[in-house]
């Protein structure tokens, strides 16, 4: 029986081979990569009539290219909708012209970001997501415009410049480039600029208006329309308003009987400029870009001025070149017809076949769905099995050594020992037994998967909902140290480490502690510890963004930082040492390694106990095991100098070279005595000493003008010190 169904499923399995192979060979002959190009128009006009035109046509020689043509109506928030409403259509290009410069950037950028290519064309946008940029060079028509206008005036009238729509970068460049050529010649007054939006009723009704209100403004020689649309509405308020007319130029330059060419030819308008739509280059643009072609991320199109010279040769042009384009057309639609008749006669061949099998396909569908079925089924009961026994034995593993931990901790709560325990006794026991009960209500939550929900549905908030206990005692104080001991900064978002750190720490360290990097910094620019321990995982601001800050700040750049930290491969220890930190302990860590690396770091870190001995009169710095870092370099050199300057005088004192230094009397002994091993007044006071020994040396003066010349209050104090730190008298020195 088993050979026979065996057999029966290889004849089913070739049968839908067959109509498979027959379903691709079909979509293979006739179809390849599809591409669904969106294009977003900002508004509906001849001239974007004629760009949308020239992309059709641009797309009959590309039979895998589908246009999606959108057009807002001058509207910020239909274009926005509508740029959405394509990219959600599933186009793989999406060619657009914003209406404005900002307003329409965050449906570009969704777009961008969405890895759709984007062509921005015509009008720019403020955003830089986007794949390519053509267009023309709208302030170099401004400008050649405004050069024309000053020729055909003879420099000097009267004009009124209707702007397009406000916001729109066509807009603003034009008008930018006009009013600079304007500028040059001071015989030619721009009585009015006007806010128009690109069509002729508003420039109608935006002229008019401003005509009603200045019938005495006197005579205008010239109207510049920054669109052949906009000057013509400009012209229809002037008709209307009766008297002579002035001259009106526009920009478009479109062929056609109401275009800009035409205009001109017929002297409705003095000239216009060819603003070229080129269609049929944008579309080979983004068919490059589609296929992975070289193309150019931003193309500039040429543009010529149209004035009575030259409009009937350019009308005769575009008229041919409209009447070649309408048969092409008209080719087009005949090879398409042509096309489809031959595809439909390939269809039926093909649907003829697949009827042919599709009952023994069907058949097989049914019988091969059965197996299937049948064979899911057992798997998944094979596999219900072996989870519930894989959890079962995990189930043993866990609870029995969690048992061992939790019954004698919950038994040591009862006894008499515990409860004379010390404070820090209690507090790490209120640690562990926590984070035991935490790790027993986490094991009950997967043990309860095995018949409800499985292990890898189960959230964090229902792992954080597992009852906690709550500490048995609170933190013990921290009992005073020795105002000379090292001050340890801890900084760590998790309160049970910082109570382990500080119980290892407080025998021998002054202890302070931050809850995050934002508070670490600011306690070690205030305080200035010795040393500081940090997590790399906080909120606020995490560990390695803190090391960075703490090593780049003038008042901090000196403290080692040991990063203690849960992240243990080796990328982030590269990390963690990238960002300035001194040593990198992975947990779980031996009190007595963290105890040894800091003693060790603190060691090295008094590099310049020398600063003013005679090997170093002649330096900035004297030598060191490890030369100081330019930061901290810097530091020493100006408070070196600082010294040097105001040697001479008695009275000066800590407080003053805090203020010197922009820092406080704290915050410049701290940092002062971490990297010297000297406070500052032993500092100050060598110093004096160093100058004192080189005038005896070399100079003729008595010890007691030397003695004031170096700053010390009096001959006598300073003999003393002098002895006290040469073990010989000034007077015999010089005998010397």
Excluded at 580 to 588: C, N
Excluded at 643 to 666: F, I, N, Q, T, W
Aim: charged letters at 25%.
């Amino acid at each position: 029986m088993a050979i026979k169904l065996t057999k029966m499923r290889k004849h089913y399995q070739f049968a839908f081979i067959i109509l498979t192979t027959i379903g691709l060979l079909a979509s293979c002959s006739q179809q390849e990569k599809k591409y669904r190009i969106g294009v977003s128009q900002c508004s509906d006009d001849i001239w974007r009539d004629k760009q949308n035109s020239e992309l059709q046509i641009g797309a009959y020689f590309h039979d895998n290219v589908e246009l999606r043509f959108a057009a807002a109506y001058d509207s910020d928030e239909r274009q926005i909708q509508q740029i959405d409403s394509l990219v959600g259509t599933g186009i793989d290009l999406l060619i657009v012209a914003p209406n404005q410069v900002s307003t329409i950037s965050p449906a570009i950028d969704r777009a961008y970001d969405k890895g759709i290519p984007v062509i921005v064309f015509e009008r720019k946008t403020n955003t830089k997501k986007y794949t390519a940029y053509m267009g023309a060079d709208n302030y170099e028509m401004g400008h050649l415009m405004g050069e024309y206008v000053a020729t055909r005036l003879n420099e000097r009238g009267r004009i009124i410049e209707v702007m397009g729509l406000k916001g729109s970068s066509p807009a603003i460049e034009r008008h930018n480039g006009f009013r600079e050529a304007i500028a040059q010649h001071p015989g030619i007054q721009v009585v009015a600029t006007l806010q128009g939006d690109w069509t002729e009723p508003t420039a109608y009704k935006t002229v008019k208006q401003w005509l009603d209100k200045n019938k005495d403004a006197g005579k205008i020689d010239l109207v510049f329309g920054m669109n052949d649309r906009t000057a013509m509405g400009a012209r229809k308020a002037f008709e209307e308003a009766g008297g002579v007319l002035p001259l009106f130029c526009g920009i478009d330059g479109l062929p056609g009987e109401s275009g800009g060419i035409r205009l001109v030819q017929d002297s409705l308008l003095d000239a216009s400029y060819i603003y070229p739509t080129h269609g049929d280059q944008l579309l080979q643009l983004a068919v490059d870009i589609l296929e992975g072609k070289p193309y150019e991320k931003e193309t500039k199109l040429m543009s010529a001025l149209v004035t009575q010279d030259n409009a009937r040769v350019l009308l005769m042009e575009s008229e041919e070149i409209m009447r070649q384009s309408r048969n092409l057309e008209q080719l087009h639609e005949k090879a398409s017809q042509y096309l489809d008749q031959l595809g439909n006669q390939r269809t039926l061949i093909f649907v003829a076949l697949a009827a042919i099998l599709l009952l023994l396909a069907l058949l097989a569908g049914i019988y091969m769905y059965y197996l299937q079925r049948a064979r899911i089924q057992d798997e998944r009961m094979q596999m219900e099995r072996e989870q519930l026994d894989f959890y079962t034995q995990v189930s043993h593993e866990l609870r029995t050594p969690l048992s061992l931990v939790q019954g004698p901790l919950d038994q040591l709560l009862r006894t008499n020992d515990f409860r004379g325990a010390s404070d820090e006794a209690r507090e790490l026991f209120s640690i562990v037994r926590r984070n035991t009960h935490h790790l027993t209500g986490i094991v009950n939550k997967m043990l309860d998967a095995q018949v409800g929900t499985p292990i890898q549905e189960m959230t964090s908030a229902q792992v954080d909902a597992i009852t906690v206990s709550q500490p048995i005692a609170a933190p013990a104080e921290v009992p005073e140290q020795d105002e000379d001991a090292p001050t340890v900064l801890i900084v760590d978002d998790n309160a049970d480490i910082r109570t382990y750190l500080r119980s290892i720490l407080r025998g021998q360290y002054r202890v302070l502690e931050a809850e995050d990097g934002k508070r670490g910094l600011e306690l070690a620019r205030e305080l200035v510890p010795d040393l500081i321990v940090s997590d790399v995982m906080m909120p606020v601001m995490n560990g390695l963004e803190f090391c960075q800050q703490v090593k780049k700040d003038g008042i901090s750049s000196h403290i080692p930082v040991i990063l203690l930290t849960a992240r243990a491969l080796e990328k982030h220890q590269i990390e963690g040492y990238e960002s300035g930190a001194d040593a990198y302990i992975t947990k779980p860590f031996s009190p007595e390694l963290l105890l040894a690396r800091i003693d060790n770091l603190l060691q090295s870190r008094h590099q310049l106990k020398d600063l003013w001995s005679m090997k170093s009169a002649t330096n900035a710095t004297a030598p060191s095991e490890t030369a100081p870092a330019p930061i901290e370099d810097a530091f020493i050199s100006r408070f070196k100098s600082l010294v040097e300057e105001r040697l001479s005088d008695s009275k000066l004192s800590v407080e003053d070279l805090a203020g010197d230094m922009g820092l406080s009397r704290v915050q410049l002994y701290r940092k002062v005595k971490a990297m010297t091993g000297s406070t500052p007044i032993d500092l100050l006071r060598k110093a004096r000493l160093a100058q004192a020994q080189r005038l005896l040396q070399e100079s003729t003066l008595s010890v007691s003008e030397i003695a004031y010349q170096v700053g010390f209050a009096s001959p006598s104090y300073f003999t003393k010190c002098y002895k006290d730190e040469f073990g010989t008298v000034p007077g015999e020195a010089r005998k010397s």
